[in-house]
């Protein structure tokens, strides 16, 4: 039992007599052909029934539902919980619904998360094998990415006939533990034996490039093509040098054949849950995989999924780089709020007081509401009808709850609902799935994009901070300016652009709460994602490996002798 005497997730879990996964699928269309086990209650979706299931996806009758959320807490707001528990409640009321997520990544696994497959009645299973090595992607990737390194090196030790400059080399090494350690690293001894030397890294394998191009590819083939453009170096006379430069294309696409099938599992209610991929949501596009979304759109009539930390960073990418890349566009748009995090931002609290945000406080709850006003504005812009989400926890009083639903309902004229589906899964999530059905089916829709890809780099980088970060400008640093040079030299200036900044604000200073005005953003570093398709752009330090925590998650798991896991979640 947790604290509060509710139980604890891995004791639902536990509780839960699974399905045999085929049976989980078979009513949405996939037999037991399609799939490739590993063991009773997981498996991979053949790429043949990918593409058959694309296929008989003609009619456009299916609603895609996008989840994503307020400027958190450190704490999170109930995100995947809220993906899940909805996937769970269209399925309550008699539609057919499945739900698409990211992949759990071990770092924060074991770091400061805890387990990432939802939470409470709402979580997708078996939640210890998803968060543990699952079907072994994360594994595939991280060896892959390795392998690049390793051949990078090995042209550089054994004659460096593409003359690659060792002072620039764009590849790091991965590794899918935070471990702050191997943040920065010499490597090679020297001499005849012990390769050149020179300064490396490790990255979370969440971060790497390959991650991102695992999730936005939908072929074999396609994953190729982009894995052969990854620049990983330049050469002394300053031009790129490719993964295909070095030979390394077939390997990886090898290594990552298995991993580029969509893992199939079931929520705590047997809805099929389609993990796939965890693209960072600064770096990356943060969401799940869109050969994931193709097969689920086969599957279903609604296809509800969700992008990382705040709706200015996962929704805007989801909206300008996945919706482009996918061909797809947003049925309706769900942004997660809590008591908790409006208190967050009406208090203009930094760091957290976690006790402080679980007292009753009505005046900061309505104080913090522009927070939460500037996301469904700037939602809004992109032309889909927004449905707030207010993620009840325990301590919420109604008083609060109120303030939120009469201001989102009657000052803003904004669907909303207040979702208990931690506690009571897809039934406490009803009235939310009433309200996103009424959007997506009787609200006008003109979905588009906030910027043309053709527009110049800066013009890209001005749109995104103006109208999703309220800046009132943008300042660049002399390396900026040289980067976007090069990209026009390079001619990777028509693509889309990834901006990477703190999820704690709006702002580039995460000390700043509500809706922060009057602000310039600093842009300190831009850079090529060429294999995945986009322009990174660094507006601040960018953690790419976390460090564990004084206290890990870790220290609070343990397996007994009997094979029973505790301290997950």
Same mark, same amino acid.
């Given at each position: 039992?947790?604290?509060d005497?509710?139980?604890?997730?891995y004791?639902?879990?536990?509780?839960v007599?699974?399905?045999?996964?085929?049976?989980?699928?078979?009513?949405?269309?996939?037999?037991a052909?399609?799939?490739?086990?590993?063991?009773?209650?997981?498996?991979?979706?053949?790429?043949?029934?990918?593409n058959?299931?694309?296929?008989?996806?003609?009619?456009?009758?299916?609603?895609?539902v996008?989840?994503t959320?307020?400027?958190p807490?450190?704490l999170?707001?109930g995100?995947?919980?809220?993906?899940?528990?909805?996937?769970?409640?269209?399925?309550?009321?008699?539609?057919?619904?499945?739900? &698409?997520?990211?992949?759990?990544?071990?770092?924060?696994?074991?770091? %400061?998360?805890?387990? &990432?497959?939802?939470?409470?009645?709402?979580?997708?299973?078996?939640?210890?094998?998803?968060?543990?090595?699952f079907?072994g992607d994360?594994?595939?990737?991280?060896?892959?990415?390795?392998?690049?390194?390793?051949?990078?090196? &090995?042209?550089?030790s054994?004659?460096?006939?593409?003359?690659?400059?060792?002072?620039?080399?764009?590849?790091?090494?991965?590794?899918d533990?935070?471990?702050? &350690?191997?943040?920065e690293?010499v490597?090679?001894?020297?001499?005849?034996?012990?390769?050149?030397?020179?300064?490396?890294?490790?990255?979370?394998?969440?971060a790497?490039?390959l991650?991102?191009?695992?999730a936005?590819a939908?072929?074999?083939?396609?994953?190729?093509?982009r894995v052969?453009?990854?620049?990983?170096?330049?050469?002394?006379d300053?031009?790129? %040098?490719?993964?295909?430069?070095?030979?390394?294309?077939?390997?990886?696409?090898?290594?990552?054949?298995?991993?580029?099938?969509?893992?199939?599992?079931?929520t705590?209610?047997?809805t099929?849950?389609?993990?796939?991929?965890?693209?960072?949501?600064?770096?990356a596009?943060?969401?799940n995989?869109?050969?994931?979304?193709?097969?689920?759109f086969?599957?279903?009539?609604? %296809?509800?999924?969700?992008?990382?930390?705040?709706?200015?960073?996962?929704?805007?990418?989801?909206?300008?780089?996945?919706?482009?890349?996918?061909?797809?566009?947003?049925?309706?748009?769900?942004?997660?709020?809590?008591?908790?995090?409006?208190?967050?931002?009406?208090?203009?609290?930094?760091?957290?007081?976690?006790?402080?945000?679980e007292?009753e406080?009505?005046?900061a709850?309505k104080?913090?509401?522009?927070?939460?006003d500037?996301?469904?504005?700037?939602?809004q812009?992109?032309?889909?009808?927004?449905?707030?989400?207010?993620?009840?926890?325990?301590?919420?009083?109604?008083?609060?709850?109120?303030?939120?639903?009469?201001?989102?309902?009657?000052?803003?004229?904004?669907?909303?609902?207040?979702?208990?589906?931690?506690?009571?899964?897809?039934e406490?999530?009803?009235?939310?799935a009433?309200?996103?059905m009424?959007?997506?089916?009787?609200?006008p829709t003109?979905?588009?994009h906030?910027?043309?890809?053709?527009?110049?780099?800066k013009?890209?980088?001005?749109?995104?901070?103006?109208?999703?970060?309220?800046?009132?400008?943008?300042?660049y640093?002399?390396g900026?300016?040289?980067?976007?040079?090069?990209?026009?030299?390079?001619?990777?200036?028509?693509?889309?652009?990834?901006?990477?900044k703190?999820?704690?604000?709006?702002?580039?200073?995460?000390?700043?709460?509500?809706a922060?005005e009057g602000?310039?953003?600093d842009?300190?570093?831009?850079?090529?994602?060429?294999?995945?398709?986009?322009?990174?752009?660094?507006?601040?330090?960018?953690?790419?490996m976390?460090g564990?925590?004084?206290?890990?998650?870790?220290?609070?798991?343990?397996?007994?002798?009997?094979?029973?896991?505790s301290?997950?979640?």
């Amino acid at each position: 039992m947790s604290d509060d005497g509710f139980p604890t997730d891995y004791e639902i879990a536990q509780s839960v007599d699974l399905d045999p996964i085929e049976d989980i699928v078979e009513p949405y269309g996939v037999d037991a052909d399609d799939l490739e086990l590993y063991g009773d209650y997981k498996a991979k979706l053949s790429l043949d029934a990918v593409n058959r299931l694309k296929e008989e996806d003609t009619t456009g009758d299916e609603n895609l539902v996008l989840v994503t959320g307020m400027t958190p807490t450190p704490l999170g707001e109930g995100k995947t919980v809220t993906t899940v528990g909805l996937s769970q409640a269209l399925n309550h009321l008699d539609e057919s619904a499945v739900c &698409a997520i990211r992949e759990p990544s071990l770092g924060p696994v074991f770091g %400061v998360k805890g387990g &990432a497959a939802g939470g409470g009645y709402s979580q997708v299973l078996p939640m210890e094998d998803i968060n543990l090595h699952f079907t072994g992607d994360l594994h595939a990737l991280t060896s892959a990415h390795n392998l690049i390194a390793a051949m990078l090196d &090995a042209h550089i030790s054994k004659g460096n006939e593409l003359n690659i400059d060792s002072t620039m080399i764009e590849w790091k090494r991965a590794l899918d533990m935070n471990d702050r &350690a191997l943040r920065e690293t010499v490597v090679g001894l020297g001499g005849s034996t012990n390769g050149v030397t020179r300064e490396d890294g490790f990255m979370l394998t969440a971060a790497s490039e390959l991650m991102a191009v695992l999730a936005l590819a939908d072929s074999i083939e396609d994953l190729k093509d982009r894995v052969g453009r990854i620049i990983v170096a330049y050469d002394e006379d300053n031009n790129p %040098v490719t993964a295909d430069d070095i030979e390394a294309t077939g390997p990886v696409a090898m290594l990552l054949r298995d991993a580029l099938q969509p893992n199939v599992v079931q929520t705590i209610e047997g809805t099929p849950a389609l993990i796939h991929a965890g693209p960072f949501a600064n770096i990356a596009h943060g969401t799940n995989s869109l050969i994931a979304d193709e097969a689920a759109f086969g599957m279903a009539d609604w %296809v509800v999924t969700e992008a990382g930390f705040g709706s200015d960073l996962g929704a805007e990418k989801f909206m300008n780089v996945v919706c482009r890349f996918g061909d797809m566009e947003p049925d309706a748009t769900v942004i997660v709020s809590s008591c908790r995090a409006l208190k967050y931002h009406g208090k203009d609290m930094w760091p957290a007081d976690t006790d402080a945000l679980e007292e009753e406080d009505v005046e900061a709850v309505k104080a913090g509401l522009e927070n939460l006003d500037q996301h469904i504005e700037n939602l809004q812009k992109f032309g889909s009808p927004v449905v707030v989400a207010i993620n009840r926890f325990p301590f919420d009083t109604d008083e609060e709850i109120e303030a939120v639903v009469e201001h989102c309902r009657e000052d803003l004229g904004v669907n909303v609902a207040v979702s208990e589906v931690f506690a009571n899964g897809g039934e406490g999530g009803v009235d939310l799935a009433e309200e996103v059905m009424d959007a997506a089916e009787n609200q006008p829709t003109d979905f588009q994009h906030l910027y043309d890809t053709e527009d110049s780099i800066k013009e890209k980088i001005e749109t995104v901070a103006t109208e999703i970060y309220g800046a009132e400008d943008v300042n660049y640093s002399s390396g900026a300016e040289d980067d976007i040079e090069r990209m026009e030299e390079l001619e990777l200036d028509d693509i889309p652009i990834v901006m990477s900044k703190t999820f704690h604000s709006f702002s580039d200073d995460p000390s700043k709460k509500g809706a922060p005005e009057g602000w310039e953003l600093d842009i300190r570093e831009v850079y090529p994602s060429a294999g995945a398709g986009f322009l990174v752009v660094l507006t601040g330090d960018v953690m790419v490996m976390p460090g564990l925590p004084a206290r890990p998650a870790a220290a609070d798991m343990d397996i007994d002798s009997e094979g029973n896991i505790s301290g997950l979640f």
